[in-house]
C-alpha cells in the first residue's frame, strides 16, 4: 500500500493534506535534518519539494556533510509474542538463525515491491552473524 510519498533524485518526501491551514505540507524523508516543504497545489508541492532537496543538497555540500542519512543496519522491531515464537520456529526448521530468516523476509518484501532491488550486502550480513541471534534457547 502507497502512502502519500514523492520523489525526486534519490529523496523521498512524506506529505499530507493540512484541513487547518487548506494546504499540502512534506518533509524530506532518510536525512538526519528537518526539512519541510509545502504548497496549496500538487504543482506547487512538488516544485517546493525538488527546491527543498536542491536546498539540502546545497547546503550539507557547503557544510563537508553527506547529503541523507547513514543507515547502520541494525534496528529493533517490536513484534507480537506469538509472531516472536513462530518465527523463530521457522528459522529453526530451515537451520538457520532469526537474523538470517528476517534478512530474508525483508529481502523476499523489498524485491517484491523494488524489481531493480539488488542484495549486494547479504553475503556480507549472512558470513558476519556470529550465530548470536539473541533469541536461541532462552525466552527472548
Do not use: W
Not at 529523496?11 to 491551514?21: E, I, K, P, R, T
Not at 517490536?78 to 538470517?100: K, M, Y
Not at 517484491?112 to 534457547?137: H, I, N
Amino acid at each position: 500500500m502507497a502512502h502519500d510519498v514523492m520523489k525526486y533524485k534519490d529523496f523521498l518526501g512524506s506529505v499530507h493534506y493540512s484541513a487547518a491551514d487548506e494546504r499540502f505540507v512534506g518533509r524530506i524523508a532518510e536525512i538526519d535534518d528537518l526539512v519541510t516543504f509545502e504548497g496549496s497545489s500538487v504543482a506547487e508541492l512538488q516544485r517546493a519539494f525538488e527546491e527543498a532537496v536542491e536546498d539540502y543538497i546545497e547546503l550539507c555540500a557547503a557544510a563537508g556533510k553527506p547529503a541523507g542519512r547513514s543507515f547502520k543496519g541494525t534496528f529493533n522491531v517490536r513484534i507480537t509474542p506469538e509472531l516472536h515464537r513462530n518465527v523463530f520456529r521457522c528459522a529453526v526448521e530451515d537451520g538457520i538463525s532469526l537474523n538470517q530468516f528476517v534478512l530474508q523476509a525483508l529481502e523476499h518484501e523489498v524485491a517484491r515491491r523494488t524489481p531493480s532491488y539488488r542484495s549486494e550486502e547479504r553475503f556480507v550480513a549472512e558470513t558476519s552473524d556470529d550465530g548470536d541471534d539473541g533469541d536461541r534457547g532462552g525466552s527472548g
